[in-house]
């Protein structure tokens, strides 16, 4: 079966297997033949791609949940999608989603995913309780920050490389609503958004869509996207209806002339004292969920996302250095979502740290690899590191100068021989 | 409304419990082999759609126990899905009459067993709903996989003689054929993506043809006009196709 992350790019040809009960999973782990574990393939490049695959699809039961404190467990192949759909009528909610609900459980952990709350929440491993991983010897061991805490540091934002997480217990939080009070407030230039960032600082979610073709003046112009939970109002599932792109759907309609033309009519849709109202949850956090297959409108040689954080120190001048880079590309980027990042975690390999990070989706061209050479030097000299789940090209330098936690990393995979079972094309790649 | 799936570990009967549970809050029983992934899909279930479920042991070639199960079961069904099934190895079939006789009777002989059974208590009840997974493998032999088709075949010839035999006692059969479906039965083999169904998306169509008191529908819908094709190849050309 032919394979690719969320990118399109690369491709691998991969024998893919399934399982729905953990014995199975012990088996395949058994044959000592390296493999990657795949949950909804979201990861953007090449972290769930390997010749052998273990797809945790049908490992996706929800094991127990308690109404009164809302400690969830459930399989690692169960959906966010999945969670909010059974308990957001209910009124409890993740505590920390990315920006699409499409990913399983065991991605998120993985991945140590973040989300618009960042700055207050933290990753999606500080919701994890506990949780349940197979090790190369057909062991299973829960681990949680206390109990083989070696484990767990290692398996959130660890991209499978630590084991199959097979099951977790996830905290969720309680809402009275599932409606969003959103604010959107418009930023005249890169200083003028980060200082609505450090304005804004108590918000509970917070997130900027910058237009990266701005030049001059208006460079970093962007509209900062607030949000809290409504405090009351309905708890209803209200799905938008979704739209599918078409496999033929022509690339080159997403080229620069029409990103211009959408990034003008995006920042001009708000006026200069910015919009408030009140929007349902599924639309304040997983806007492009609407449009299923979404990443068929970069047609057929796929894209790339390139999100890096840089530390906050510095950060401004970087990112002005940055941006002006990439303006003068002339290559277009709709994409592009800048925040500010809470502190970093005890996670070996988890990417968040005190510091911006923005991310970029750029269609596969052949001006983009000399770019982003650029921008990983530019990266680098800020002190600053490339997110794993999104990558598809960084070269192992790049992750060695970005990840302190990498030597511990790599000698705990020695350790419980792991290094010979768990591989990715990823992992490959940049030799973890 | 009590929905009893047979073959509950089935990726398809799954989904149409799940349906059934989100949309009916019906009270949902399992029926399988392997108890363990029984029990774990139940409490999933339960947990989910805040609805009942329970799982059942049941072996569709323990043909001497299909009584005691259907007297068994917490209250009589409303709606019974036959989900159950073996594609088995077509090639090891031709050499092994214990691989033949496991397709023919797991997908024909069981089904006919415990549906006889199910089918005459809703006949007495005067109402229900029995839905059959067929295939549209049934519905044209082919090299490929002409045991596990010819077993499908019977089944459905078995299905439409139970509809007008129904018919009269206001019971419903429905006669599903899907297309391909990523499942575990078909995790091997190399689908095409554009004609291949997810369980969810079967499982939809399956509830809303129950809703809509249909007698056979094909899911998804492409397939009534590629069967359309295939079954109008006249059969000098068909024996030399390669399909
Ligand atoms: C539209 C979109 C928006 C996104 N927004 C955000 C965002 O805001 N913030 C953010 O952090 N990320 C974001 N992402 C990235 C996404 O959240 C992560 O890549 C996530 O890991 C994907 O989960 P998945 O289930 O699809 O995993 P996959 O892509 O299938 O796998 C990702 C990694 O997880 C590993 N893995 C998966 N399951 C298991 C398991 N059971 N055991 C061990 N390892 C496992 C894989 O080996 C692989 O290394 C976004 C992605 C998309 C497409
Ligand atoms: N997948 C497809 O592409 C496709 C296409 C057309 C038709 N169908 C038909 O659709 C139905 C559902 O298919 P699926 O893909 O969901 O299959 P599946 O996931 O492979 O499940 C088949 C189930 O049948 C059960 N089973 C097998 N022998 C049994 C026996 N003797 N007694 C009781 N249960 C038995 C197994 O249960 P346990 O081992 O857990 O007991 C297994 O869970 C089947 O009838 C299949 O033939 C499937």
């Not at chain 1, 169960?78 to 990315?98: H, N, T």
């Not at chain 1, 690899?369 to 650029?374: F, I, S």
Request: glycine share 10%; net charge positive; aromatic share 10%.
């Amino acid at each position: 079966m032919r394979l690719s992350g969320w990118g399109r790019f690369p491709w691998c040809e991969a024998r893919v297997r399934s399982f729905a009960q953990a014995g199975e999973a012990a088996s395949f782990v058994g044959r000592e033949q390296p493999f990657i574990v795949r949950g909804l393939g979201r990861s953007y490049g090449d972290s769930a791609l390997a010749q052998d695959i273990l797809l945790t699809r049908r490992f996706n039961h929800i094991l127990d949940f308690c109404p009164s404190t809302g400690a969830l467990s459930c399989e690692a192949g169960v959906s966010l999608d999945e969670i909010i759909a059974a308990f957001l009528p209910r009124g409890w909610f993740l505590p920390v989603v990315p920006g699409t609900r499409f990913v399983t459980v065991g991605g998120a952990i993985a991945g140590d995913v973040h989300g618009k709350n960042h700055h207050s929440a933290g990753c999606f491993s500080s919701c994890v309780r506990s949780l349940v991983l197979l090790l190369p010897n057909g062991e299973v061991r829960t681990c949680s920050p206390t109990d083989n805490r070696d484990l767990f540091t290692a398996t959130c934002g660890g991209m499978g490389l630590t084991g199959v997480i097979l099951a977790a217990e996830l905290a969720l939080r309680s809402v009275s609503s599932s409606m969003i009070e959103q604010k959107v407030v418009k930023a005249r230039n890169l200083a003028h958004t980060l200082e609505l960032f450090e304005e804004h600082g108590d918000a509970e979610y917070s997130v900027a869509w910058v237009d990266t073709l701005a030049q001059g003046e208006g460079s970093g112009r962007s509209l900062l996207i607030l949000g809290e939970h409504a405090p009351g109002g309905p708890l209803r599932l209200a799905e938008p209806k979704a739209v599918t792109i078409p496999s033929w759907f022509p690339g080159w309609l997403l080229g620069r002339p029409v990103a211009k033309i959408f990034n003008n009519l995006k920042y001009s849709s708000i006026s200069a004292n910015g919009a408030q109202g009140v929007v349902p949850l599924h639309s304040f956090f997983f806007p492009l969920d609407g449009l299923l297959e979404w990443n068929r409108l970069y047609g057929r040689k796929g894209f790339t996302q390139y999100q890096f954080v840089i530390p906050k120190q510095g950060g401004p001048e970087g990112l002005a250095a940055i941006l002006s880079r990439i303006a003068g590309s002339g290559l277009a980027s709709y994409l592009a979502v800048l925040k500010l990042f809470g502190p970093a975690n005890a996670n070996m390999l988890s990417f968040p740290m005190a510091g911006y990070t923005l991310a970029l989706d750029f269609k596969i061209s052949s001006g983009l690899p000399a770019l982003l050479h650029d921008l990983d030097r530019m990266v680098r000299e800020q002190g600053g590191r490339l997110y794993l789940a999104k990558d598809a090209r960084m070269e192992p330098a790049m992750l060695e100068a970005g990840y302190p936690g990498l030597a511990e990393f790599r000698d705990l995979r020695r350790h419980y021989g792991m290094d010979t079972v768990f591989s990715s094309l990823q992992s490959k790649r940049l030799g973890v | 409304m009590h929905v009893l799936i047979l073959g509950g570990n089935s990726d398809v009967g799954a989904a149409i419990a799940a349906v059934f549970a989100r949309k009916q809050g019906a009270f949902i029983t399992l029926a399988s082999r392997n108890m363990e992934l029984g029990a774990k899909k139940a409490k999933d279930i339960t947990v989910r759609y805040q609805v009942e479920a329970r799982a059942v042991s049941f072996d569709a070639l323990d043909y001497d126990s299909h009584v005691d199960f259907v007297v068994g079961l917490e209250s009589p069904p409303d709606v019974v899905v036959a989900a159950f099934g073996y594609l088995g190895d077509q090639e090891l079939a031709q050499q092994d009459f214990q691989e033949a006789r496991r397709i023919i009777e797991t997908n024909y002989l069981g089904a006919v067993s415990i549906l006889e059974i199910l089918a005459r208590d809703m006949e007495q009840r005067g109402r229900g709903t029995i839905i059959g997974l067929g295939s549209v493998a049934g519905l044209r032999g082919r090299q490929s996989n002409y045991i596990y088709g010819s077993a499908k075949g019977g089944f459905l010839v078995y299905l439409s003689g139970l509809r007008n035999r129904l018919h009269k006692a206001g019971v419903q059969v429905l006669t599903v054929l899907p297309g391909f479906v990523a499942t575990k039965m078909t995790e091997h083999l190399d689908l095409p993506p554009k004609l291949t169904a997810t369980p969810e998306q079967v499982a939809r169509d399956v509830y809303s043809a129950f809703r809509f008191k249909r007698n056979v529908i094909y899911t998804r819908w492409p397939w009534r006009w590629i069967m359309t094709v295939i079954r109008s190849i006249p059969e000098f050309l068909f024996k030399r196709t390669d399909i």
